[in-house]
């Protein structure tokens, strides 16, 4: 056993799919396929169920994955324990309160495991080198990268009435208690959409929003991201059509620096080509 198949057991237990795992550990998925065939056999027992989408993990891999966690953990500490300091490149990011977390955690992944890289995490309407917002808040001057688009649904309690409801239109909604966010961008899309409604609380943050949904108090219409990560509320669709296009904006009077180049190359490659073009195009202008 080693720290190498450990962190390719640690990249299938968290992406359930040997192609994601592979991609992620940067090697073929043969190579990480037999790397878990070994770990089983060294181990003597079985770490996934392999079916035709994808490996689910056994309870002897979740019994397993928190002490690999905590062994690779320690490994990268120890690596890190003698690095003599470096001059780290700024870079500071703005970002949107109501994004996606596990799509946020994946893009700044690559920003955290970077020692050469100190980086800076601000509110969207502050000074940064670039933000990751809904393309409705760019401003003037700035490029947009698309990174991810995602639809609005309604979260409710698991009990409501509605939840007997695959779609919803604007007309359920009448009557229905309602948890407001604060900072929503599309609310007063939805205010004038939807029938007259019933603000019951208001919520400074997602986190607050689905807890509040969560003991019943209200329903609530978000991002589909925001749903879904929380499995103590119902999910369903809207009559009501409207997504947002999340991405990176960054000023185009000038080119990025050393730091967000590198930021850019680390993003999905139809992203990142995308920032080439924009690059080239303004070289012209």
């Not at 991405?247 to 990025?256: D, E, I, Q, T």
Request: aromatic share 6%; glycine share 4%.
């Amino acid at each position: 056993m080693d720290i190498r198949e450990l962190r390719y057991f640690a990249a299938v237990y968290r992406e359930r799919n040997l192609t994601a795992a592979a991609k992620r550990c940067f090697i073929s998925q043969p190579s990480i396929s037999a790397a878990i065939t070994h770990l089983e056999a060294e181990l003597g027992t079985t770490l996934f169920i392999r079916h035709k989408k994808g490996m689910a993990p056994t309870e002897s891999a979740a019994q397993f994955h928190g002490v690999a966690r905590r062994i690779i953990d320690e490994a990268d500490a120890a690596r890190n324990l003698f690095r003599k300091p470096v001059t780290r490149q700024p870079l500071t990011l703005g970002l949107l309160r109501t994004l996606d977390q596990a799509r946020t955690i994946a893009l700044l992944k690559p920003l955290t495991a970077n020692a050469d890289l100190a980086l800076r995490l601000v509110a969207a309407n502050e000074k940064a080198d670039a933000r990751i917002v809904a393309k409705t808040m760019i401003n003037a001057g700035e490029h947009f990268i698309p990174l991810w688009s995602e639809r609005y649904v309604a979260a409710l309690p698991p009990s409501h009435p509605l939840t007997l409801k695959e779609t919803l239109r604007t007309t359920d909604f009448a009557g229905v208690p309602m948890i407001d966010r604060c900072h929503c961008e599309q609310q007063e899309f939805f205010k004038r959409t939807a029938p007259p409604r019933r603000p019951v609380a208001i919520a400074e943050s997602e986190e607050w929003a689905m807890a509040l949904v969560a003991a019943g108090v209200g329903v609530a219409i978000v991002p589909e991201g925001v749903a879904r990560g929380n499995p103590d509320v119902a999910v369903r669709a809207i009559e009501i059509d409207v997504t947002r296009q999340v991405g990176l904006a960054y000023p185009s009077a000038h080119p990025p620096s050393d730091a967000l180049k590198e930021f850019i190359t680390s993003l999905p490659r139809q992203a990142s080509s995308r920032a080439v073009k924009s690059e080239r195009k303004a070289k012209r202008a």
